[in-house]
């Protein structure tokens, strides 16, 4: 029988009702990929929610630490290599580093941005919902603060004692009985280690709308301050979380929102960003807003060119098809990021 988190990876990627079936790194029920020793875990093994990345990490860690021989451990000087590298220092590598601890293995940490730069990147003031509720997750970590700010602040008070190198992992190959993770060029550019847990998140690119006006400098892929945009027309593009959020939050802060989804219901978002938005676009004007915000909803349509002051969409209406041009002085495309192929195509491992 499928434990939980394989049972949620299978609906998300598999039976998910939003789309196609997406090529991410493949991974058995222990988070093994096919290349001995290597392990995913978190956003690309199919598990992005905050607590069952976690969760992951922290599992991963401790089934380590039953494979390794007890003699291995903690000697990280004895041969050059550690027990394990932890690539990513985001919630779920976090959360494996601090169980390495646990479990008297030696690790070493790589992050190619910063720690936790997933929940730092998000918008100011964005409420943070840590399902399931009911569940605690395995390990040390912890995540129960309601928005970013706080979230951040908790993580990062829990980890002080945890060193993080800044490195790029380009990929993982195996010399001399070893993984070697290579961080670079040069011929010291790389670290050894018995195991590697790979929690780089989705690093890759932000993906595109490949629509004429695209490369206009105000189409942006990140919401950092809603405030800023009070009083402008703002169009938001996507169906998930992200674009819900992001809707909701700068209609609260003031700005005239438009949320352009291409299918003709929300089946992605949270039930209370779906039911937020429902009762932002009835009311109009939101009522939490500093001076005038208000969302629309424009389902069934697809961006068909952006221009200087407004972007032109096909609204499928009931069949027929039409064209609409709605005014947008910034367009935020919050339609996901790629996974980081290159990576796993460097290191062998396989996909789908």
Known sequence: ??????????????????????????????????????????????????????????????QIGEELD?????????DGA???????????????????RRQGLSFEVLEANRRFATVKDFQKGKPIYTYPQQMTPAGDLRATAPVKEELVDELEAQTTDIEVRHAEAEKVE????????????????????????????????????????????????????????AGQDVLVIGGGDSAAEAAIALAEAGARVTLS???STFTRPKPE??????????????????????????????VEEIREDDVRLTVADGGSGRLETVSADVVFAMIGREAPLDFFRRSRARRG
């Open 70 to 78: 007890g003699a291995s451990r903690g000697d990280g000087a004895a």
């Open 1 to 62: 029988m499928r434990n939980p988190l394989t049972r949620y990876a299978r609906w998300l990627h598999l039976d998910y009702p939003g789309g196609t079936v997406e090529t991410l790194p493949r991974v058995d029920e222990r988070f093994r990929t096919n290349v001995e020793g290597v392990y995913v875990i978190g956003d690309l093994a199919g598990v992005p929610l905050l607590k069952f990345s976690m969760d992951g990490g922290a599992r991963v860690a401790r």
């Open 174 to 229: 195996r010399r001399d009985g070893h993984l070697t993770v290579v961080t670079g060029d040069a011929d010291d550019d790389f670290i050894e280690a018995r195991r590697v847990i790979v929690a780089i998140g989705r690093s890759g690119n932000f993906r595109t709308l490949d629509v004429p006006g695209e490369e206009r400098g105000q189409v942006h892929h990140r919401l950092h301050d809603p405030g800023a945009h």
């Open 273 to 302: 960003n779906t039911e937020r938005l429902r009762k932002l676009a009835e009311a109009g004007a939101a009522e939490d807003s500093d001076g005038g915000g208000s969302l629309r909803l424009i389902m069934e349509s697809n």
């Open 261 to 263: 989804y291409r299918r």
């Open 82 to 100: 550690v027990d394990v590298a932890i690539l990513g220092a985001g919630a779920a590598g976090m959360a494996a580093a601090k169980e390495c």
